[in-house]
């Protein structure tokens, strides 16, 4: 990384910083330009040397949380798609440790960005990696438990709504339980439903 690339990438980590700051206490919508250069420490320039606009900064501040959140994943466990679409049907869990524990150490390690990321879920694009989850991983596994593709929306909302129930307890209480135990609360509460379809 060159001089100017380290000066980038330093600018554009305290404008992120800085914009996730601001969605703790208000949402998008509402935030200025010159409140994100003031919370960042740059001046308007600045910010439009980087961006056209917040809508632009705000792609990039939510692609750099979901970079942050793969980078705690093995390579293996990043081709989850593919594995799921070919793997015996035992081996067809997500929600095991392997998984899980990646998944929780990002959220106790990174609690404010996580509980922002909730918050302001729909104005960050999330919404967009809901459809991904349904597309590229659950729909696979729901196919081969033979679940009808009508009725598969609604059990994704069903585990993911539980899970983030458990998470945001979780975070109400800053972490403090054990990431093992918070992974074998989840994975208790859905394996017990998995393993009905298997009766």
Partial sequence: MNKNESKYFNTAVR????LISLLEKKDFEYITIKEI???AGVNRSTFYLHYENTSDLLKETTAHITDSFFSYFSKDTQNISQHFQNCELKE????TPKYLMPYLTFIKENQRVFKTAIKQFGSMGFDGVYSDLLKDIFNPVLTRYCIPENERRYILKFYLMGITAIVMEWLDNNCTDSIDSISKIITDCVIGKL???NI
């Fill in 195 to 197: 393993n009905e379809q």
């Fill in 92 to 95: 067809l869990m997500f929600i």
């Fill in 15 to 18: 404008m992120d910083e800085a």
């Fill in 37 to 39: 250069c003031e919370a």
